[in-house]
């Protein structure tokens, strides 16, 4: 039987979020999606606590990795534990505990999970999640910990982002616990119709309960360049500089381009372990003083960088979702990205209004291919149009909707909850018996 | 009044600078308990932060002596048996050495928090506490204590000289 959040007209609900990622002294960048549905729906709740498992890699060594738990332990635990877990205020409203986690090197999922468990279990205030609903974030950790601090019949939502999923499907411990966390999970939402059917895959008995909802993005805050673009002269790529996100071949591909056009820039901005190759590439291409290599800078900074381009190029192997793109075409910016996963839905019924989707591929011809049938049409480009689509899409209000729906609370505010078995209220999503359209 | 971070290695750097700085810029006194201080060079950690560092101190170890000993010996049996057996014993061993040369050498009472800052620092960070019930632990800096007061700004603070509280000196002795 499903769950549903009853009003009782008095009290409103609260919701529990729990995520390795979220913004931290150390990681100021690390999910500021999540931060940004957290924020989304945050005046769907009475209260909104946010708990965030931060991993701390430690020792590799077995019996090292033992006396850093039991130490954690000593200091973390009993009624008057020696360091106690405290929550803060963020400006967005909602409260957010950091919780450290120490792990080990190895990658091991089901381990890291259970680290993160033990972590959560030795702060968490009751050994339970005190809410009416419990969104876990990536299902190995946040699913995983809502699953095991939820109170029965606590409504339990679990979002899946991972990149990496089908490494976590591919290790059989974490797999049989991934398993757990779909029994359990009343929806699981994936943010591209990718990792929908990565899971439906894997699990296709509980296909029912899948659903995409992309994250929030904050795009009525994306400043929007103020001028529009002319020639698509001066190109940027935003992201790690990896081989997975296909910029040796953005290089090379710009080195075929630059050799007919002398006007043409490429600033790729981000760090990377293929960033000193390259630097070394483009010298070697003798464009040293055409392709500039800068370092990550915080996400405000990098519509100052959008807005100082013509053409966002972004020609990853793999992306769940692709954020970068969404806040260039928020930006105004016309974008050249590979259909790669979440490109082809978040710029859906967009191509050849936002920029141009081209094919995945290790040619880079492929690339200065798109360049130039994109810039051929770049006049026909309607970028109020792609900004508008995607402020409906993924703008805060319309992915709180679509939240609300799913945690089964009032939209535009909670009148008042407890949860209790039974149906869902109108609206609600039964076993995914609504949000369907996304299937 | 100062605050006593402790980081064995540098996976947390961001944050144990952003913290220094912090603490700096607000006149608090900042020292750092890690190994050794080159690796907090290249995280560009504030100069004025007081390192102590453990790395000589752990070289100086009788364990330590032993294990270089067993390698003139034999190579084979320093790295399938003695690196294998001190790997286990080298928190107990930081410890030690942390006791010697920090404890020993600074007016705890004077530390208004002592921040844990990443997961090899743990046990000593527990031990720490053990042997310091009033001492305030936690794994971030509560910044609180220290948010009313104003910041100085960037490039006024008073040049301190780098100063690195010298290794291996056994106050022991």
């Not at chain 1, 609900?13 to 150390?26: D, I, K, N």
């Not at chain 1, 990098?302 to 053409?311: P, Y």
């Not at chain 1, 291919?369 to 209000?397: K, V």
Request: glycine share 10%; net charge neutral.
């Amino acid at each position: 039987m499903a769950t549903r959040v009853q009003s009782t007209g008095r009290e409103r609900a609260r919701l529990a979020v729990t995520t390795p990622w979220h913004p931290t002294l150390q990681r100021p960048f690390a999910g500021s999606f999540v931060q940004a549905t957290t924020r989304a729906v945050r005046d769907l709740f009475e209260r909104v606590d946010l708990y965030n498992t931060e991993d701390w890699t430690g020792p590799a060594d077995p019996m090292q990795a033992r006396l850093v738990h039991r130490a954690y332990a000593a200091l973390t635990a009993g009624p008057n534990p020696r360091i106690a877990a405290g929550a803060r205020r963020t400006d967005a409203g909602y409260w957010v505990t950091d919780i450290p986690t120490p792990v080990t090197p190895k990658r091991d999922y089901a381990t890291w999970a259970q680290s993160h468990e033990f972590s959560l279990g030795q702060v968490l205030p009751g050994g339970r999640f005190e809410a009416d609903v419990v969104h876990g974030h990536v299902g190995i950790y946040g699913g995983w910990l809502a699953h095991r601090f939820a109170r029965p019949g606590t409504r339990v939502v679990v979002t899946e982002h991972a990149s990496f999923l089908g490494r976590i499907l591919g290790q059989p411990r974490s797999r049989a616990m991934y398993a757990e966390v779909m029994d359990r999970a009343d929806a699981m939402l994936c943010v591209s119709e990718t990792l929908r059917r990565q899971l439906a895959e894997a699990f296709p008995g509980h296909t029912g309960k899948i659903h995409v909802v992309p994250n929030a993005v904050d795009v009525e805050a994306i400043p929007v360049r103020p001028k529009p673009v002319g020639a698509l002269h001066r190109w940027i790529y935003v992201g790690k500089v990896a081989a997975t996100k296909g910029v040796p071949e953005l290089v090379e591909a710009f080195a075929i381009a630059a050799e007919d056009e002398p006007a043409l820039r490429l600033t790729i901005l981000g760090s990377g372990p293929l960033a000193e190759p390259l630097t070394a590439r483009a010298a070697e291409l003798g464009l040293a003083n055409r392709i500039e290599f800068h370092d990550a800078v915080p996400p405000h900074r990098v519509f100052e960088f959008l807005h100082a381009h013509d053409l966002l190029v972004h020609p990853s192997k793999s992306e769940t979702f692709g954020m970068t793109t969404v806040e260039a075409v928020g930006s105004g910016m016309p974008v050249l990205v590979t259909k790669c996963g979440g490109p082809q839905e978040t710029l859906a019924g967009l191509d050849g209004v936002a920029g141009l989707l081209i094919d995945v591929s290790e040619d880079p011809e492929v690339i200065v291919d798109g360049y130039r049938r994109l810039a051929e049409q770049a006049s026909g480009l309607d970028p109020d149009r792609a900004r508008a689509e995607l402020i409906g899409r993924y703008g805060a209000r319309a992915v709180a909707r679509r939240l609300a729906e799913v945690y089964a609370v009032a939209d535009g505010g909670v009148e008042g909850s407890r949860v209790a078995d039974g149906e869902v209220e109108g609206g609600g999503v039964r076993d995914g018996a609504s949000a369907r359209e996304h299937e | 009044m100062s605050v006593l971070l402790v980081a064995i290695g540098t996976t947390r750097a961001r944050a144990v600078c952003g913290s220094a700085d912090f603490l700096l810029a607000r006149g608090v006194d900042v020292g750092l308990v890690t190994v050794e201080s080159e690796p907090w060079r290249r995280e560009g950690l504030d100069p004025r932060v007081t390192l102590y560092t453990l790395q000589a101190g752990e070289e100086r170890h009788p364990l330590a002596r032993t294990g270089r000993m067993v390698r003139r010996v034999s190579g084979p049996l320093y790295t399938k048996v003695y690196s294998k057996v001190y790997r286990l014993l080298r928190p107990y061993v930081m410890w030690r050495v942390t006791r010697k040369q920090v404890v020993r050498r600074l007016d705890l009472s004077a530390v208004e928090q002592l921040v844990i800052c990443d997961s090899h620092a743990i046990p000593i960070g527990w031990h720490l506490a053990k042997r310091h019930p009033g001492l305030t632990v936690g794994f971030e800096l509560d910044r609180a204590p220290y948010a009313d007061r104003a910041a100085a700004p960037a490039g006024a603070a008073p040049e301190v000289s780098p100063h690195t509280a010298p290794s291996g000196i056994d106050v022991d002795a």
